[in-house]
C-alpha cells in the first residue's frame, strides 16, 4: 500500500492550495483518511480527517479555511486550504485506515498507512 501527496509549495498569507493524496496498491480499500502536520519545533497534529459515515472532524485552527473530501473513483483524496496563514507551514502527510467508521477511531488509534509528506510554506 502506497500513500503519495502532491500539491505542496509555497504561496502567499491569504492564499490557496490544494493537496491531493494518491492511493494504490493491491486490494488496498481505505474507508477512513486525514491529513496530518508536523510544524517546526511541534509534534505532528491531526489536521483534518473523514470517516467512513462522511463525518469530518478539523483542528479549531483551520476550521471555516481547510475542507477534506475524496474522490472514491480515483482513490485519492484532497484538502483544500484557504485562506492560509504563516502559521499553517508544515510538513503535511496524508494517512489512512482500513477500519475508520467513526472519527473516535482515528482519533483514538491512528492511521494505519501513511504518505511521505509534502511541505507547505506561507509566507507573511
Known amino acids: 500500500v502506497r500513500l503519495e501527496e502532491s500539491g505542496g509549495g509555497l504561496v502567499q498569507a491569504g492564499g490557496s492550495l490544494r493537496l491531493s493524496c494518491a492511493a494504490s496498491g493491491n486490494n488496498f480499500d481505505f474507508s477512513a483518511m486525514g491529513w496530518y502536520r508536523q510544524r517546526l519545533g511541534k509534534e505532528r497534529e491531526l489536521v483534518a480527517a473523514?470517516?467512513?459515515?462522511?463525518?469530518?472532524y478539523y483542528i479549531d485552527s483551520v476550521k471555516g479555511r481547510f475542507t477534506i473530501s475524496r474522490d472514491n473513483a480515483k482513490n485519492t483524496f484532497h484538502l483544500q486550504m484557504n485562506s492560509l496563514e504563516p502559521e499553517d507551514t508544515a510538513m503535511y502527510s496524508c494517512?489512512?485506515?482500513?477500519?475508520?467508521?467513526?472519527?473516535?477511531?482515528?482519533?483514538?488509534?491512528?492511521?494505519?498507512?501513511w504518505g511521505k509528506g509534502t511541505l507547505v510554506a506561507v509566507s507573511s
Open positions: 473523514l470517516s467512513e459515515s462522511g463525518n469530518t
Open positions: 494517512a489512512a485506515r482500513a477500519d475508520g467508521e467513526h472519527i473516535s477511531t482515528i482519533l483514538n488509534y491512528g492511521m494505519d498507512f
